[in-house]
């Protein structure tokens, strides 16, 4: 195939695909046909390819399509803003697997690392964390609690270290750069002005 002929036809089927993607939902998942469409994300546990769908129990779980319905949404992972649920009080997960009563110890301490470049600062909220999961769950053995003492990357984050042990698995996925690096360079006033400081980001 001659060479112009080619650029026409790629020149084509960028056309096609944009015309597609217009007449289509805002959804970024969309364009990537390896993501699940809307009317597949969280099946029932007999479809879903991790339960057994042989076992009796499997059906008698709820849908997450029913038990989400009425919680905040999000843009990614599994569609379910979790923070805002537990603030929201629209869900009371067990802090403690065996005893019922037992009451987080929530630390409400934010953590600010400087990141290279113009790339905004990472923003550590504590509370957030702590409201969900107990010290000992990422002290010592993922997190040094000691200033200097951790090498963090995003190398690293997207292998399952540090952050990524629980990101991308469990809690929203690394994609969503906005959610860390929340605190961007420069004058705190002027970047508080502009709203692209998140409410719970420590002030200068």
């Given at each position: 195939?001659?060479?112009?002929?080619?650029?026409?036809?790629?020149?084509?089927?960028l056309?096609?695909?944009?015309?597609?993607?217009?007449?289509?939902?805002?959804?970024?998942?969309?364009?990537?046909?390896?993501?699940?469409?809307?009317?597949?994300?969280?099946?029932?546990?007999?479809?879903?390819?991790?339960?057994?769908?042989?076992?009796?129990?499997?059906?008698?779980?709820?849908?997450?399509?029913?038990?989400?319905?009425?919680?905040?949404?999000?843009?990614?992972?599994?569609?379910?803003?979790?923070?805002?649920?537990?603030?929201?009080?629209?869900?009371?997960?067990?802090?403690?697997?065996?005893?019922?009563?037992?009451?987080?110890?929530?630390?409400?301490?934010?953590?600010?690392?400087?990141?290279?470049?113009?790339?905004?600062?990472?923003?550590?909220?504590?509370k957030?964390?702590?409201?969900?999961?107990?010290?000992?769950?990422?002290?010592?053995?993922?997190?040094?609690?000691?200033?200097?003492a951790?090498?963090?990357?995003?190398?690293?984050?997207?292998?399952?270290?540090?952050?990524?042990?629980?990101?991308?698995?469990?809690?929203?996925?690394v994609?969503?750069?906005v959610?860390?690096?929340?605190?961007?360079?420069?004058?705190?006033?002027?970047?508080?002005?502009?709203?692209?400081?998140?409410?719970?980001?420590?002030?200068?």
């Amino acid at each position: 195939m001659r060479p112009w002929k080619l650029g026409a036809w790629l020149v084509l089927g960028l056309a096609l695909t944009a015309g597609a993607m217009l007449t289509e939902a805002a959804d970024p998942n969309t364009f990537n046909r390896l993501l699940p469409s809307a009317a597949k994300r969280n099946p029932p546990p007999p479809d879903d390819g991790i339960h057994d769908p042989v076992n009796e129990g499997t059906h008698m779980l709820q849908p997450p399509k029913d038990a989400f319905g009425q919680l905040p949404k999000a843009p990614s992972g599994n569609y379910i803003d979790w923070v805002k649920s537990l603030d929201g009080k629209k869900i009371q997960p067990r802090y403690d697997r065996i005893d019922t009563a037992a009451e987080p110890i929530v630390m409400d301490l934010n953590i600010v690392r400087e990141v290279k470049g113009s790339m905004p600062d990472v923003v550590y909220p504590h509370k957030q964390h702590t409201e969900w999961l107990d010290c000992s769950n990422c002290h010592p053995a993922i997190f040094v609690p000691q200033k200097g003492a951790n090498q963090i990357s995003m190398a690293g984050i997207l292998l399952g270290e540090k952050c990524g042990v629980c990101h991308g698995k469990v809690a929203f996925p690394v994609s969503e750069c906005v959610r860390c690096h929340s605190k961007p360079k420069g004058d705190g006033a002027a970047a508080q002005k502009t709203g692209t400081t998140p409410p719970d980001a420590p002030k200068k």
